[in-house]
């Protein structure tokens, strides 16, 4: 009956330890690749959430805003009013605007044959009236339309004279890069906190196999090294 040599269990030993780390390094792996699909996947959810609520409140300002605009005036004196307005809608806007993670801005626009003519735009950059149709926008009830961009969202109001008549076009424009940037960074700080804990769990875990193989090891090299001599 053959007998199993002490160097030869050392080696099994430490074969079995290998097998164990890299078992519980693997489990590690898809644990954290769970995590983050998880926190990704609960950001998206939240930022969605968000964009719906920010763009119920765009157009709720929209609508309000666009009450106080005259038809009349811009079809009367469109320079005259776009003084006017600049400053009062201005006020109006910026005590709507609370939200720390986004930012509004509006442009207000006469319309005459068929075209537009900016009267006063607070953000040449974000706005999208000029980029887009009149008829992607121009409805028969003059109703609200709403236009999506990369986090942006923007709310379109036709202005009406008194005999119904269109004249202009109110667009609040609101953007929330902001948003986007703090969960990003709040992602990746749990992914690192996660990670960390999972590589001290992983030392942890493998030290309780390699402390006593290695202890085993060198208790058997002192016990062979005393009888040979």
């Keep these: 009956m053959s007998h199993i040599t002490h160097p030869d269990k050392a080696v099994n030993n430490v074969g079995l330890v290998v097998r164990i780390v890299v078992l519980a390094a693997i489990a590690c792996i898809l ?8 926190v990704n996947h609960m950001r998206l959810g939240f930022e969605k959430e968000y964009r719906a609520i920010h763009e119920y409140k765009l157009k709720t300002i929209a609508t309000n805003v666009s009450l106080s605009i005259s038809g009349d005036e811009i079809a009367l004196d469109p320079v005259t009013a776009s003084q006017k307005y600049a400053s009062v809608l201005g006020l109006m806007i ?5 939200e720390s993670f986004s930012s509004l801005d509006y442009g207000l626009y006469a319309y005459s044959t068929g075209e537009l003519i900016v009267m006063h735009e607070t953000n040449p950059d974000r706005m999208m009236a000029r980029k887009k149709q009149v008829s992607d926008w121009f409805t028969k009830d003059y109703s609200i339309s709403l236009f999506q961009e990369e986090n942006t969202s923007s709310v379109f109001v036709p202005i009406v004279d008194s005999q119904g008549n269109m004249r202009g076009l109110f667009e609040l424009n609101g953007e929330f890069s902001e948003l986007d ?49």
């Design 31 to 38: 644990l954290l690749l769970a995590v983050s699909f998880a």
């Design 94 to 98: 910026q005590k709507s605007d609370r």
């Design 181 to 229: 940037q703090y969960g990003r960074n709040i992602e990746q700080n749990l992914l690192k906190t996660v990670l960390v804990v999972i590589l001290i769990s992983l030392v942890l875990f493998s030290l309780q196999y390699i402390i006593p193989v290695i202890f085993k090891i060198a208790t058997n090299n002192r016990k062979g090294g005393s009888s040979i001599e």
